[in-house]
């Protein structure tokens, strides 16, 4: 059997900082047992005081729009300038398949082989809620280890993504060029939560596509987001060729030197509210009577309203 850690070797591996404690940190956040949940939620009090200096940027796009190219690349440029570079995923399909699609380790190999960088797959979890409280975890070890850079990458546009806009400070959208329905097709949600949007692809015969869908963006998000103080730039850049990441770097850096840390508090409030809606519905979903009272329901048995109340009731009971 293995041995286990405990809280102390835990938090002298991770101000030593040894990665491999941090991997098993983070294994032991997503753990669902009981003896390992107390312990995470030491852990993670523990080292609550030493996190708060990472940039905790959320970056999402379409299969194959090149997140994997785009981290693998950029997260090099960052490296190469003495900064380090932590990269989590969040994956909602692997909760239908039960695994990972992503191999993280294979996309992107440079990045995970150096000796500044972490690069971990998706937790697993019954819920998206879930599965974003772990990352949040993993995202505090990762700030407490001394990471400069944390990215949260979401595959699926959608829910996924708007969960993760609300445990990051920044979020990146990453599109490419050439499909014209690609406005149409993104959920608005989406761009209005977007702090920086990122034309990706922009070399050889794409280029001309590029500019043109850059031009696209910056009009819709006027419309958009003509409400927030901090207006979202778009920039198009080519993961291949390594262009454009100056720009990307210059304005990541604008975006937190104009950071309202007023957003990180209001911040938790909504995400608070969105686990105990997850905590709610879960519980709902594996409530004994809740199959038989909708059943009644869709009878004309029970009208609906009483089936709320009697539900209600007996969650608050179960509980
Ligand atoms: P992901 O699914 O979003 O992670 O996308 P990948 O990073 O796996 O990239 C999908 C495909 O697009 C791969 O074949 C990449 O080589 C290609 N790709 C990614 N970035 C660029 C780019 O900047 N320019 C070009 N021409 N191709 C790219």
């Not at 380090?84 to 695994?99: C, M, N």
């Not at 490419?176 to 050889?204: A, F, M, T």
Request: a neutral charge.
């Amino acid at each position: 059997m293995k041995k286990e850690l405990s809280l102390e070797e835990y938090l002298s591996g991770l101000k030593g900082k040894d990665l491999s404690i941090l991997a098993k940190a983070i294994t032991l956040v997503e753990s669902k047992k009981e003896a390992h949940k107390k312990l995470a939620s030491e852990l993670i009090q523990a080292i609550l005081p030493e996190t708060g200096n990472a940039k905790r940027i959320g970056i999402s796009g379409t299969p194959g729009v090149g997140k994997s190219t785009f981290l693998e690349n950029f997260g090099m440029f960052l490296v190469d300038q003495g900064k380090r570079v932590a990269v989590l995923a969040v994956d909602p399909t692997s909760q239908v398949t039960g695994g990972s699609i992503l191999g993280d380790k294979t996309r992107m190999a440079k990045l995970s082989s150096h000796a500044d960088a972490f690069v971990r797959p998706t937790p697993n979890g019954p819920t998206l809620g879930g599965v974003a409280a772990k990352t949040r975890e993993a995202m505090l070890l990762c700030d407490a280890f001394g990471f400069d850079y944390i990215f949260v990458e979401t595959v699926g546009v959608g829910q996924s993504e708007i969960s993760v806009s609300h445990i990051v400070d920044m979020f990146i959208l990453l599109m490419q060029p050439g499909s014209g329905d690609e406005l149409q097709g993104i959920k608005r949600g989406i761009l209005e939560v977007s702090d920086l949007v990122i034309v990706n692809k922009s070399d050889g015969a794409h280029e001309a596509t590029a500019k043109i869908a850059q031009h696209d963006f910056k009009k819709s998000l006027e419309v958009l987001q003509d409400k927030r103080k901090w207006q979202c730039p778009v920039v198009r850049c080519s993961s291949v060729f390594k262009k454009g990441f100056r720009e990307v770097d210059d304005y990541i850096d604008d975006f937190f030197d104009q950071y309202d840390t007023n957003l990180r508090s209001a911040q938790i409030k909504v995400w608070l509210e969105e686990l105990l809606k997850d905590k709610f519905q879960s519980a709902l979903k594996n409530y004994s009577a809740f199959e038989e009272t909708v059943t009644a329901v869709q009878k004309g048995k029970l009208q609906p309203i009483e089936a709320v109340e009697s539900l209600y009731k007996g969650l608050l009971k179960n509980d």
